[in-house]
Nanobody, 129 residues
Framework: QVQLVESGGGLVQTGGSLRLSCAAV????????MGWFRQSPGKEREFVAT?????????YAASVKDRFSISRDNGKNTVVYLRMNSLKHEDTAVYYC?????????????????????WGQGTQVTVSS
């Protein structure tokens, strides 16, 4: 079964850091653009960060730019990371990773959630104020 499995979420104080991981199961996603999204209660799922298949291109939402960093390891099993620094209460959400196989998303990454084909189950991040 093909899955993306997130881990690394938890409870952290304002100003703290976390690193989320997203591991591919069942197939490699080394040819896909990958992204992180998040969703808070009552809100739509929003773009956080994206990375191209080679890792040479990244893009971030304005709200997390300069605080979050996305990276990937295209080894035997694709793993995508989201390093989150200087966390704020408003970063509290369920974080999802996703994979997009289109040529454009693969080459540049994608911020449009509708471009993504595979989604993980999410991991909760709670930032206490």
């Amino acid at each position: 079964q093909v899955q993306l499995v997130e881990s690394g979420g938890g409870l952290v104080q304002t100003g703290g850091s976390l690193r989320l991981s997203c591991a591919a199961v069942g197939r490699t996603f080394s040819g896909d653009g990958m992204g992180w999204f998040r969703q808070s209660p009552g809100k739509e799922r929003e773009f956080v960060a994206t990375i191209s298949r080679t890792g040479d291109r990244t893009s971030y939402a304005a709200s997390v730019k300069d605080r979050f960093s996305i990276s990937r390891d295209n080894g035997k099993n694709t793993v995508v990371y989201l390093r989150m620094n200087s966390l704020k209460h408003e970063d509290t959400a369920v974080y999802y990773c996703a994979a997009a196989a289109t040529i454009t998303c693969s080459a540049y990454g994608c911020s449009d959630r509708n471009a993504y084909d595979y989604w993980g189950q999410g991991t909760q991040v709670t930032v206490s104020s």
